[in-house]
């Protein structure tokens, strides 16, 4: 469960930026998973969240901030960044029903197990 598709280096050169593995955090409850993401900068307009063939994919891009794009710059370490994450997620996941949403720079995707992989096991006493 939750096998990293994981790149060979930590960060690749792209133009104008650099991709980046967002570090994250994962939580399982009875009703399924949820994959935390850090991704500074980042909003609702560039986030890719797509599940195929067991893999949830997550992908996010943000810009230099607008106010660091004036003249007379001296030093500039702000620049365009790209994040992308990649998990293989078992057969108990129910695709239809996978949700997402970003709020300060944290990506949250709800990945709800299907209904007939939800069951209690009942126990008896002898």
């Known amino acids: 469960m939750f096998g990293l598709q994981k790149k060979t280096e930590e960060k690749a050169a792209v133009a104008n930026g650099v991709t980046y593995l967002p570090a994250v955090d994962i939580a399982e409850t009875e009703a399924g998973y949820t994959i935390y993401a850090d991704v500074p900068g980042a909003n609702k307009d560039n986030v890719d969240v797509t599940f195929e063939n067991g893999v949830v994919t997550l992908k996010a891009s943000a810009a230099a901030s607008s106010e660091q794009n004036h003249d007379g710059i001296i030093h500039r370490e702000f620049r365009r960044a790209s994040y992308e994450r990649a998990f293989r997620v078992g057969d108990d996941v ?12 944290v990506l949250q995707v709800k990945l709800p197990r299907k209904a007939s992989a939800r069951k209690t096991i009942a126990v008896s006493a002898k």
């Open 94 to 105: 129910d695709a239809d029903a996978i949700s997402a949403e970003i709020a300060n720079g």
